[in-house]
């Protein structure tokens, strides 16, 4: 459903997939109710209101002599195809340290976590909608391996990226980065 807002915008509602029915406080069965002009979980008995959250992801943009490292997906959504190093952060976990984990985790290289580079957002996971966090990074140690959820990686230039990029955000990001090196070398 596409909801039409003032301005150049429009909002589109995906559902939840991990929407409840039972109350998270006190096990009452949940009535949509309107709140903040969308109709949501609502406990009848205690009054908490279930507000869906988009997940949130982490990313590292690694750049070493004008390429970027990429990893090849091991797992569905998007088996085999090429992203940045990312996952999800955690609950208690701050974005910029989830970024550094899943470096190590998917390519056991120790990074430093730079300068903030973009926020994305994406649709296409099935597991949820997300936002996408994207860091600058440098190694600093490690030694470069496929590891965790990804079956290799490689660095590429911005005139040799792969066309199977996994998830909307990350390819908008890694266009960004590769946007941004063009006009660097004058291209």
């Known amino acids: 459903m596409t909801l ?15 929407e409840p029915r039972f109350c998270a406080k006190c096990a009452a069965s949940l009535e ?18 279930y507000f869906a959250k988009p997940a949130l992801g982490a990313a590292a943009l690694i750049e070493t002599d004008g390429c970027i490292l990429l990893v090849q997906r091991a797992e569905n959504p998007y088996k085999g195809f090429w992203m940045l190093p990312a996952g999800f952060v955690e609950y208690d976990e701050y974005a910029k340290i989830a970024a550094e984990r899943e470096v190590e985790e998917e390519t056991g290289l120790k990074v430093a976590i730079g300068e903030f580079f973009g926020l994305y957002w994406g649709t296409d996971d099935p597991r949820n909608p997300s936002h996408l966090a994207v860091y600058r990074a440098q190694v600093v140690g490690g030694t470069p391996q496929p ?11 911005h005139d040799s990226l792969p066309g199977e990029i996994a998830f909307a955000g990350q390819r908008e990001a890694i266009a960004d980065w590769a946007a941004a090196r063009k006009r660097a070398l004058g291209q």
Not at 8 to 14: A, D, E, K, M, R
Not at 32 to 49: D, F, I, V
Request: proline share 11%; charged share 25%.
């Open 147 to 157: 590891g965790d959820d990804a079956s290799s990686l490689a660095w590429f230039s």
């Open 32 to 49: 949509a109710k309107e709140r903040g002009g969308r109709l949501r979980p609502h406990c009848p008995r205690c009054s908490w209101t």
């Open 4 to 18: 039409e807002t003032s301005g150049p915008f429009s909002l589109t509602i995906y559902p939840d997939p991990g």
